[in-house]
């Protein structure tokens, strides 16, 4: 396999345009990934997703290792094969999943030891044992393992996390090894303090990664708190690597987090929404439960391309949302998808142009201008 890597093609303010090359093929940031949690995106064929503009999908070391096993995985030609996606795929390393989903976890110097949410099976779970997970699922991108507290938590809580997650960090880059082709990022921690996460950055830093991750965000802190974390931690991290959000967002999230310097970003949004008949629109967020749309014969959005908004009427997503036919999740994740890459290709151009501030601002009035008149 060839080398991975990456550049900048053009910066407007803090916001950046580059590319990611890979083998399985080149991943334009700033980048939306949309997550395949159990090797699927929810709804979708891997082509659909693929057509929406998408370069690089999201798998779920935590929910493949559970199920269907990563060495079964492997045996069967790995997660590209399996799931039948051929481009690049990053997968996280599993502990904030085992934070957030396991039953009776514990956690030492060593990894985690915690039990199935499936079936209370007991697994172990080390920066060792995640890069051997993600090697045998073959991703693209690897992510180094470490532990997210939840937040708020206290600065000494905080602190044990952060530098915890840098000594997993050094022993995920020893086992993860030289494998030409494939990238490792590592994870900056440090909820939100300025100076455990420039600390965070700078050890990070000395143990070199292809890319670096800003972790412990979209945890429930709030957009405010949020944003003024991506005021800081992105500048704390090398210039020349692609920086990552972990779990964000919605639209005006990913809007602001690439005003601040943010290149790739991921978020079961777009389809847990489509499943539970929301969409995603330039104008904000439409809900297709709601009596309203009932009568309705316009499409979602009479501007977007999508199949959805092409050939389908609100009173049909309507009545297929409320009979809950399979059709209304896969619709309306089709949209959203296709909205989120139309906004990262939107992103792209306006930074390559030099006019991300006005295209900001055109963002945030439009999105926030509300759904369109009643008939």
Partial sequence: MGAASFSLNARD???RCGVISTPR???????????????TV????????RATGADVLLGNTYHLMLRPGAERVAQLGGLHKFMNWQRPILTDSGGFQVMSLASLRKLTEKGVTFRSHIDGMKYDLTPERSMEIQRLLGSDIVMAFDECPALPADRTRLNESMQLSMRWAQRSREAFGDRPGHMLFGIQQGGLEQDLREESAKALTEIGFDGYAVGGLAVGEGQEAMFGCLDFAPDQLPEDKPRYLMGVGKPADIVGAVARGIDMMDCVLPSRSGRTGQAWTRRGQVNLRNARHADDPRPLDEHCSCPCCQSYSRAYLHHVTRSKEMIA?????WHNLHYYQELMEGMRAAISEGRFASFQTDFEAEFGSGDIELL
Avoid: Q, S, Y
């Fill in 13 to 15: 303010g803090k916001a």
């Fill in 25 to 39: 093929g080149d991943i334009r940031t700033p980048a939306f990934m949309p997550v395949g949690t159990a090797a």
């Fill in 42 to 49: 929810k709804g979708m064929l891997p082509e659909n997703v």
């Fill in 329 to 333: 999740g896969t619709l309306l994740t």
